[in-house]
Nanobody
């Protein structure tokens, strides 16, 4: 079992920035593939970004050039730096951990609202 706790969400104006954090339990964090997903009201959950255990990243086209996923294995934490935020980025952002390809754990989510 992997427990995930997200933080860093909030209300921000268009063009602003936020950094989300996801702290994971367990001693094998460095081996986990990690990801950020988001779900807007009335929409399905969608991929935002992923990072492998070796640090290879992948970002959705909608956030490329604006969002950056990173990880700090010493702190068991994955981050999502979000810049140039748009109203359409408003969603609940969820952290995901995949210790193996068939195991998946989710955090409770953190709300990000982009509005003037």
């Amino acid at each position: 079992q992997v427990q995930l706790v997200e933080s860093g969400g909030g209300l921000v104006q268009p063009g602003g920035s936020l950094r989300l954090s996801c702290a994971a339990s367990g001693s094998r964090f460095s081996f986990y593939a990690m990801g950020w997903y988001r779900q807007a009201p009335g929409k399905q959950r969608e991929l935002v970004a992923t990072i492998t255990s070796s640090g290879t990243t992948n970002h959705a086209d909608s956030v490329k050039g604006r969002f950056t996923i990173s990880r700090d294995n010493a702190k068991n934490t994955v981050y999502l730096q979000m810049n140039s935020l748009k109203p359409e980025d408003t969603a609940v952002y969820h952290c995901n951990a995949r210790p193996t390809p068939v195991m998946s754990f989710w955090g409770q989510g953190t709300q990000v609202t982009v509005s003037s």
